[in-house]
């Protein structure tokens, strides 16, 4: 079944304390993006990737880091996570350029204590 | 700068009424046009795309016309059901098809 998927979906943790959300898709698609989502902001974009090693700035990178080694994932790395973090985050992927049909993981909602 | 502008939800219909969600954009360039739906719990999903002026999408009932005059992407149904209930996103692509910006979402309930 083609997917995207994100580990965690859940996750409380504290200030300062580095974490990581994995995000893998298994159709060989070059784009790769990260979203987050707050309340009356709708989605926005924290990193994308066109392809390995290929990584660019969204609207809201600060605070954030991605790496792409490998085609299938692109983990979002928060190495000192505070509480304005909080969100729920989406990771997306599509063939291609951005312009084709992007296909969602279930998101990671995260807490930041 | 490049954003979307969506209208206020919640948006609350009867069954079988008519639909409009407005968004308009300010974009530089031919920007491509998205609408996603987000069903509870789950990510979002492409309803329809248009990637230039005049372009109509369509999907599942639910159609947008590309309007660069006015700036527009309105997103219409004629005939919504109960399970249309979602929030609907209104988005863009730049030029080079690389970034996106979303709209604020617009709930809609639909009730029986």
């Known amino acids: 079944e083609a997917q995207v998927t994100q580990n965690p979906r859940y996750l409380i943790t504290v200030t300062g304390k580095k974490l990581t959300v994995t995000c893998s898709q298994n159709?060989?698609?070059?784009?790769m993006s990260w979203y987050r989502q707050d309340p009356g902001l709708g989605l926005r974009q924290i990193y994308y990737?066109?392809?390995?090693?290929?990584?660019d700035k969204g609207d809201v990178p600060e605070g954030y880091k991605v790496s792409r080694k490998e085609k299938r994932n692109f983990p979002l790395i928060l190495e000192s996570p505070s509480p304005n973090q909080t969100s729920l985050y989406f990771c997306?992927?599509?063939f291609g350029l951005g312009n084709q049909p992007q296909h969602f993981g279930d998101g990671t909602r995260l807490s930041i204590l | 700068g490049n954003s979307v502008t969506q209208m206020e939800g919640p948006v609350t219909l009867s069954e079988e009424a008519f639909l409009t969600i407005n968004c308009t954009y300010t974009?530089?360039?031919?920007?491509?046009l998205f609408w996603y739906v987000q069903y509870p719990g789950e990510g979002l999903q492409l309803l329809l795309k248009?990637?230039?002026?005049?372009d109509k999408g369509s999907n599942k009932g639910f159609e947008a016309t590309y309007r660069k005059e006015t700036t527009s992407f309105h997103l219409e149904k004629g005939s919504v059901q109960v399970s249309d209930s979602a929030v609907y996103f209104c988005?863009?692509?730049?030029?080079?098809?690389?970034?996106?910006?979303f709209g604020s979402g617009t709930k809609l309930n639909v009730k029986p």
């Open positions: 159709m060989n698609h070059e784009y």
């Open positions: 248009a990637t230039k002026a005049d």
């Open positions: 988005a863009l692509s730049d030029d080079n098809f690389n970034k996106f910006y």
């Open positions: 997306a992927s599509s």
């Open positions: 974009a530089t360039g031919y920007p491509s």
């Open positions: 990737s066109m392809n390995v090693e290929v990584t």
